[in-house]
């Protein structure tokens, strides 16, 4: 039989099959060949025996959360309190984006925000959506959750932004406390593998706040290509970094107006992050 792993706890794993949830052990020689099986993992497993004989090719791994195959990242994002963050969201697309998670904007606290902030903002974001990135705001419910089904999802973003809010309105039973910082965001506590796929509406929901540790492990050009706006660029070199060679056409954009300044200053700020490493 097939199923996915919602929790790990010691050597139990909780294997969901859509019917049931089957505690089951893993075989022994998967300790031996140092395979360490993640919540997220499908796998094919005995159910008689209760026992993983195989995990089935990831499309995707995290390591802190220690997740794998998430379908759908809701990249969580407040206009104020905390406020907007390009950098921060911009990273956060290109996570996703180098693990094959298709990203999607929900913008919370618009209420806080004047008439004018409100039109700023509603441009701002309309670049995102011109770029072909779904943005819903946290009262588009019905949409977000006609999203869910048949995907792994996690909501992500920085403390504060309204995550817990979000999946309080999205089911009113879960009554996640909100307002406070929670907990798993606290340096050191977090546990890596201490998390939980919950089902829901036909998905499964991770229950981390996100992603702790937001270092990307990848190339230059990687990032470089996860800035959609970039492709339609066709600069003299076709290797240019669009960032000290002349007559960049991204650069040229830049200074037109027709890319998003804070683009492209979080493109340089990511590929200096990577150069440190
Ligand atoms: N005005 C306004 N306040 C909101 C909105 N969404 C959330 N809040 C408030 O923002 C505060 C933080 O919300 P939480 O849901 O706890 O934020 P969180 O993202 O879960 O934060 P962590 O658990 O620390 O990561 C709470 O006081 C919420 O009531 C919104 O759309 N508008
Ligand atoms: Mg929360
Ligand atoms: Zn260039």
């Known amino acids: 039989m097939q199923g996915q792993i919602t929790k790990i706890q010691s050597s ?12 089951c052990v893993l075989r022994g020689r998967f300790r031996k060949q140092h395979i360490l099986p993640r919540v997220g ?3 094919v497993f005995d159910k008689e025996k209760k026992v993983i004989d195989e995990i089935l090719p990831r499309k995707n791994e995290f390591d802190r959360p220690f997740v794998s195959n998430i379908d759908l990242a809701f990249i969580v994002t407040s206009v104020k309190d905390p406020d907007l963050s390009p950098s921060l969201l911009d990273k956060l697309l290109v996570l996703m984006e ?3 998670v298709e990203p999607i904007l929900c913008i919370t606290k618009m209420d806080l925000l004047t008439e004018e902030e409100k039109r ?3 441009s701002f974001f309309e670049y995102y959506k011109k770029l072909g990135y779904r943005v819903v705001t946290n009262k588009d419910l019905s949409i977000i ?15 504060g932004v309204g995550k817990s809010t979000l999946l309080n309105h999205l089911h009113s039973e879960w009554n996640l406390k909100t307002g406070e910082i929670s907990k798993a965001l606290g340096r050191g506590k977090h546990t890596t593998r201490n998390v939980e796929l919950f089902s829901f509406l036909g998905g499964k929901l991770l229950d981390t706040p996100g992603f ?6 990848s190339t230059r050009e990687e990032i470089r290509a996860c800035f959609r706006e970039f492709a339609s660029c066709s600069c003299p070199f076709s290797d240019c970094t669009h960032t000290k060679e ?17 683009r492209y200053l979080s493109y340089l700020q990511l590929i200096k992050e990577e150069e440190k490493k």
Do not use: M, N
């Not at 139990?12 to 099959?17: A, E, K, Q, R």
């Not at 702790?212 to 492990?217: D, Q, V």
């Not at 960049?248 to 200074?255: G, L």
């Open 12 to 23: 139990l794993y909780t294997v969901d099959t859509q019917e049931e949830k089957i505690p």
């Open 41 to 43: 993992d499908y796998v």
């Open 98 to 100: 180098l693990h094959a």
């Open 120 to 122: 700023k903002v509603t």
């Open 145 to 159: 959750k006609s999203w869910i089904p048949g995907h792994t999802c996690v909501f992500t973003g920085q403390t």
């Open 212 to 217: 702790s540790s937001l270092a990307l492990s």
């Open 246 to 262: 002349k007559e960049c056409v991204v650069k040229r954009k830049v200074e037109e107006g027709t890319i998003l300044k804070s």
